[in-house]
């Protein structure tokens, strides 16, 4: 008995012991194991893939569609439901830690074809009633189609292609606005993403959902399943590469080649300023290489002044044309060699009566004299000399002058320093050249043109006059005294309105600009929706968007506060330049002044474009620089055509680096443009084409009759 009762007990014992075990296991599950099962199912293990979303624009197209059609439509409501359906693909993805996110191009061009194929039927629909009322019978919509054709010369799918409403935002807006690529990492549900809002994400085999702070999601769909093996997102997020720019002293030594037609080939010292091939070349060297030929210059440098003379003799010294003895990076800037100063504006004279304002570095050099270094490009635009530079050796053909070959500048990156850039005739309205121009882009106080173009609208219609005295607001001294005022206003002072313009567009007076809206409209509220009405009433595209008078950022309300800023694209800006020029030519005046004497704030001001320095003929317009515009510049010259006409010639330039950037660039555009000029190129003659729906319209039932 005692042993079977023993037996009977046995099985008891492990059954209990597997009972704790599995009770064990449970509660470690429950309790803590939550990590266990976080390892094997977590949700971050399904977001490596490629993601698509469809971003609606059916809204954006039947409202520019309606606007379109607007006025032709005499009553008639057309069926605009069919352009809903337009939409954005983009494809978000996700590996390894970095993200990067575009809209489809391929997509976006068969959507912007059907929205044009639904705009061109409804079209056609409106003609034919159109007909119909005026007692027509038999039309049809091929016959519509036929009048268009009759009209155009082209189909009306064609037609609308070229001339139509813009039915969805431009390819390169969608791009700014969703394109973007970085690094990503994953902690308790939410999706950390540099540059882009942090989201709160829901991911399954087959859907992404990503929430922002206020709720609104956006939903991707897995473009196909990821044949990639999945990996472990790291909690820690490495940061990319940042380019930092070396000290003002950190000069790279570098020994060039110089050859002056056909001549013997001479050495020619140079610096790469901070970055390599940023180079900066020895005028004593450059001068002594010179002499003798027809662009053969006098040089003296002493102290910070630069004096040159067109014709004359460079007295040249055995240290000129020398190599530096030594050419590695990083070069000891102590040593006796040579130790140069900043890089900056010194003086620089011209003939004794021109003084144009480059940047340069004048410093201490062998022999114990002065140098100065100066860019390649701006030395070849201030002498006028052809250089063809190849990266280690200089040809210069004296009997040519200075040409821009855009072909190559635009082959060597040329525009990849800027966000967008074009130059123009103002006269003729014709484009030379053109990068980027309709992308939308930031630019800063480049705004105060319309600015300028408002106050000058209200003066026509005699609601102030130049004589207007204005008054600062409480308002405007704030602005004044902050980190971007520019001249110095206390609530209540007066100034005419003349004044304020000279101080608006010269300096660029933030407080100025101010002053002049509350002034013509009440508010700058009142003024930037006149701002806004204008645009509209010239035709500007939808790059175009203003939310204050000075061209700063705007801080929203939210509780995340984040900073707008006037927008548009350089084709835009072209044409309104092109506006303000034939209808207040009197702006000239103001910003082709160097300086400008302030009467009622006691003080002198300058103008901040240096093109007015640098390049004759030049008379304006105006700078602007944020942190997110970069430096831009809108600049305006006089160039003789070969009929002996004077016409006016406008480069528009967005998001340089600096303004040393900016001012070549510009330079080098308006060169461009005086080219073109010269050499007689004229757009090509077009038939007149009607310009809206209704006068389409009208033509193409007087070919129905």
Not at 199 to 214: G, H
Not at 562 to 571: G, H, V
Request: aromatic fraction near 6%.
């Amino acid at each position: 008995m005692t042993e079977n009762t023993e037996k009977k007990k046995k099985p008891r014992g492990r059954g209990a012991r597997v009972v704790i075990v599995i009770l064990s296991l449970l509660l470690l599950l429950t309790a803590g194991g939550g990590l266990f099962l976080y390892f094997f199912m977590k949700p971050d293990r399904k977001l490596p893939g490629s993601w698509l979303r469809e971003v609606s624009l059916g809204n954006t197209a039947r409202e520019n569609g309606r606007m379109w059609l607007d006025g032709a439509e005499k009553g008639n409501e057309l069926p605009l439901d069919g352009l809903k359906g337009a939409h954005l693909t983009m494809t978000l993805s996700l590996e390894n830690g970095s993200w990067t996110q575009s809209v489809n191009a391929e997509d976006y061009a068969a959507q912007e074809e059907s929205a044009l194929r639904v705009l061109s039927s409804s079209l056609k629909k409106l003609i034919v009633l159109r007909a119909e009322a005026l007692g027509a019978e038999g039309i049809t919509e091929d016959k519509a189609e036929a009048a268009i054709v009759a009209v155009t010369g082209m189909s009306s799918m064609e037609y609308l292609k070229q001339y139509g409403p813009e039915l969805l935002p431009a390819l390169s807006t969608l791009e700014a606005e969703y394109n973007g690529s970085g690094t990503y990492r994953t902690e308790n549900g939410m999706l950390y993403r540099d540059g882009c809002e942090d989201m709160r994400f829901m991911v399954d085999e087959r859907t992404l959902v990503l929430s922002d702070a206020n709720g609104k999601s956006s939903i991707y769909r897995r473009q196909k399943e990821s044949g990639q093996e999945e990996v472990t997102v790291l909690s820690r997020l490495f940061s990319p590469l940042v380019a930092q720019a070396a000290g003002e002293n950190h000069n790279i030594l570098e020994n060039l080649t110089i050859s002056v037609d056909g001549g013997k080939p001479l050495t020619v010292k140079a610096l790469d300023f901070a970055y390599d091939n940023n180079r900066y070349v020895s005028m004593r060297d450059m001068a002594a290489a010179l002499n003798g030929s027809e662009k053969s210059i006098s040089l003296s440098v002493t102290g910070d002044r630069i004096e040159i003379g067109s014709g004359g003799e460079y007295a040249r010294t055995e240290h000129d044309n020398n190599p530096f003895p030594k050419t590695q990076r990083d070069y000891d800037d102590n040593n006796a060699l040579y130790r140069t100063g900043v890089l900056k504006v010194n003086k620089l004279v011209l003939d004794e009566d021109f003084e144009p304002h480059y940047y340069t570095m004048i410093g201490d050099t062998d022999g114990g004299r002065k140098d100065a270094y100066i860019s390649i490009t701006d030395l070849a635009m201030l002498l006028d000399l052809h250089i063809v530079f190849d990266g280690e050796a200089m040809s210069v053909n004296t009997k040519e002058h200075f040409t821009v070959d855009m072909e190559e500048l635009r082959e060597d990156g040329f525009y990849y320093e800027v966000h967008s850039a074009l130059v123009g005739n103002a006269t003729t309205g014709q484009i030379y050249e053109g990068w980027e121009e309709d992308l939308s882009v930031p630019i800063a106080s480049t705004t105060k043109l319309m600015t300028y173009l408002c106050v000058m609208d209200a003066i026509t219609n005699g609601e102030i006059s130049y004589d207007t005295v204005a008054r600062v607001s409480k308002k405007g001294e704030i602005l004044s005294r902050t980190g971007d005022g520019v001249i110095d206003m206390q609530e209540g002072k007066e100034a005419p309105v003349r004044e304020l313009l000279n101080a608006m567009l010269l300096p660029s007076s933030n407080e100025s600009a101010l002053t002049l809206a509350e002034t013509v409209a009440g508010s700058e509220e009142a003024f930037v929706e006149r701002m806004n009405a204008k645009a509209r009433l010239l035709g500007l595209s939808e790059a175009t968007i203003f939310y204050n008078c000075h061209g700063l950022p705007t801080y929203t309300e939210n509780l995340s506060t984040s900073k707008i800023q006037n927008r548009m694209s350089a084709a835009d800006m072209f044409r309104m330049v092109c506006h303000i020029l034939k209808t207040y030519p009197e702006i000239r005046e103001i910003t082709s002044q160097k300086t400008a004497h302030l009467p009622s704030f006691s003080r002198d001001v300058k103008n901040t474009n240096p093109l007015l320095h640098n390049l004759p003929g030049c008379f304006g317009l105006k700078t602007g620089t944020t942190n997110m515009s970069g430096a831009c510049l809108v600049s305006a010259m006089d160039a003789t055509a070969p009929d002996g006409s004077v016409q006016q010639l406008v480069a528009v330039e967005f998001g340089a680096e600096d303004s040393l950037v900016r001012a070549t660039v510009s330079h080098e555009l308006l060169l461009y443009g005086k080219q073109c000029l010269e050499a007689g190129e004229q757009p090509p003659e077009e038939a007149h084409l009607p310009t809206d729906a209704e006068e389409l319209v009208t033509e193409a039932l007087k070919n129905l009759r």
